[in-house]
């Protein structure tokens, strides 16, 4: 007997909260590692930027995988994946630390179309937004679990320790969901080839479709700025507001706590209100509006309005994604929910590469996180411009996006 739509998403969501937690261990203890490599700790984003090309890479192959191993298989094998990498980090060396960020990308890069596979069967019609969203409110819980745990372990056990710990919970987690998954990959084929072909076929199904096409392209702008929300505000709080690190880490908890509870609203709003598509759109014109609202930040602003407008970016940047994925499996063809995901998440993760390094290459070059959150602000808007042109009432589809 299948199991029910609540405890395929509990599982699928604490899958979600596991990789999320792997994938930010190094970076919330990134002092510590920093100091034992000999390396400042602003290293941090290049790691970053390997564990989303190694997300992007397996996007690319996550709906041939998908179809030969299953939907919950796949995601067991990336937990597996995720707790090798941390273990290869405790090597405490440069290129160890590089292949690590390679590999988590790995193990993280399927976690997502897999999950979507799964879901797009088993979620309510009239509540998928919704199931989506609170899915994936386990990349910002997760963020915020390693903020928490990670640090708390090094301070007890010493950094190669808690990643070790965290490696643990990963596997424990895989071997938890074991026996959910003859139920949950039942339409998965062992025999099935794997081609080079089928290495873009993700890709090459969201390229043939305007919709899937211009969905992609939306999520490669929003999830720039959102890995630029997470990876520099605290870094903006405490160079141009002088705040202190445990200050500056309220308004990172804040933005976070703010994308948890902004998935399962956005979520509602889609289900009940908005199309998916106008929702996407409100959240850009809100992301806008936070931008600008960070880009005037000021020593004399009150403590409070900076920390709301950590809240909005984390309500609007943090919090589409649910909504985006509902949508793009609602619009796969029948079947193939994970292979449109992967080749959309693929767009998705090339913004997670790019964005985080040309906005600090902006901020160098500007002196001003001001300037970088305005740039970003306009891009949003650009982008919510150019989504109105092409998803027309007429059904005509532009090209620009």
Partial sequence: MPPGPAVTLTATTSIQVMAALAALSVPAIAPAVAAATGQPASMV?????????????????SGSLVASFGALRLSQLSLV?????????????????????????LGYGPITPASSQVLARSAPPDRIALTFSVKQTGVPAGVALAGILVPALTVWLGW???LGAVAVLCLACAGAVQPLRAALDHD???????????????????????????????????????????????ADLVEALGYGWIAAGVGLT????????????????????????????????????????????????PSWLVYATCALLGTTAIAWNGVFLSDVARRAPAGQAGAATGGSLFVTFVGSVVW??????????????????????????????????????????????
């Fill in 356 to 401: 985080p390094p040309a906005f600090g290459l902006l901020q160098r070059a500007s002196g001003s996180y001001g300037v970088c959150f305005a740039s970003a602000g306009a891009l949003c808007a650009a982008a919510v411009l150019l989504a109105g042109i092409a998803w027309r009432p007429d059904g005509a589809s532009a090209s620009a996006l």
């Fill in 45 to 61: 984003g290049t790691y970053i930027s390997l564990l989303y090309v190694g997300s992007a890479a397996a996007a690319l192959v």
């Fill in 160 to 162: 190669k320790a808690a």
């Fill in 81 to 105: 994946l995720c707790g090798l990498a941390l273990a290869l980090g405790t090597s405490a060396t440069l290129p160890a630390l590089a292949l690590s960020a390679l590999v988590l990308g």
């Fill in 188 to 234: 998965h084929d062992p025999d099935a080839p794997f081609t080079w072909r089928a290495l873009l076929s993700g890709v090459r199904l969201v390229v043939a479709s305007g919709p899937l096409r211009s969905m992609a392209a939306l999520s490669f702008v929003y999830s720039g700025l959102q890995n630029c929300t997470s990876s520099f505000i605290v």
């Fill in 254 to 301: 804040v933005a976070n706590l703010g994308g948890v509870a902004g998935r399962i609203g956005w979520g509602i709003v889609s289900d009940r209100w908005l199309a998916a598509r106008r929702t996407l759109q409100a959240l850009g014109v809100l992301m806008a509006i936070a931008c600008a609202l960070a880009a005037a930040f000021s020593p004399r602003w």
